[in-house]
T-cell receptor
């Protein structure tokens, strides 16, 4: 089955700086890669996703890049704000019904 | 509207109790999911319903019993739980069977005494 690794497990940045979280996957059949943000006491919220036919996708301060050859994808957050502080999970899937999640990154943005 | 609702928000139950968790979505999604999440861990898939039929059961103990009365509702019936079952239980839904976004509800925080 699919195995998704996520790094780093914790990340602290100064407000205004950029944050990058990286995930690798093992199954070359995986073709959909969502990123979720989970705030304390809440359910995961989709922030951006990418499919395998696209190399990069951007939505305001958030971008995701995908390297199919190397089997890794990354989340980039620019101009970080305190409200970006949360746990971020990457995931990969080929069938859609079974999401394989990374282990999570706890991001802290220091004002 | 991408809202999935879950009730109750919090639940405390004894090991001999029977309780149910409820999940509802009105996005016309045909796939619904139950996940269990422990603190500081990613969600773990428990069950998947596709077009109101159970399609995935991730070897979950029989003390957890899912039910999908219709395409908008998903229940999780709980009986004779153990303290280690205490966790955040998340419901999610997606449009269908192709790889697609799963939208999560806020979860039910379950404590088993």
């Amino acid at each position: 089955g699919e195995n998704v690794e996520q790094h780093p497990s914790t990340l602290s940045v100064q407000e205004g700086d950029s944050a990058v979280i990286k995930c690798t996957y093992s199954d070359s059949a995986s073709n959909y890669f969502p990123w979720y943000k989970q705030e304390l006491g809440k359910g995961p919220q989709l922030i951006i996703d990418i499919r395998s036919n696209v190399g990069e996708k951007k939505d305001q301060r958030i971008a995701v890049t995908l390297n199919k050859t190397a089997k890794h994808f990354s989340l980039h957050i620019t101009e970080t704000q305190p409200e970006d502080s949360a746990v971020y999970f990457c995931a990969a899937t080929d069938t859609g019904n079974q999401f394989y999640f990374g282990t999570g990154t706890s991001l802290t943005v220091i004002p | 509207d991408t809202e999935v609702t879950q009730t109750p928000k919090h639940l405390v139950m004894g090991m001999t109790n029977k309780k149910s968790l409820k999940c509802e979505q009105h996005m016309g999604h045909r796939a619904m999911y139950w996940y269990k999440q422990k603190a500081k861990k990613p969600p773990e898939l428990m069950f998947v319903y596709s077009y109101e039929k159970l399609s995935i059961n991730e070897s979950v103990p029989s003390r957890f019993s899912p039910e999908c009365p219709n395409s908008s509702l998903l229940n999780l019936h709980l009986h004779a739980l153990q303290p280690e079952d205490s966790a955040l239980y998340l419901c999610a839904s997606s449009q269908g069977v192709r790889p697609d976004t799963q939208y999560f509800g806020p979860g039910t925080r379950l404590t088993v005494l």
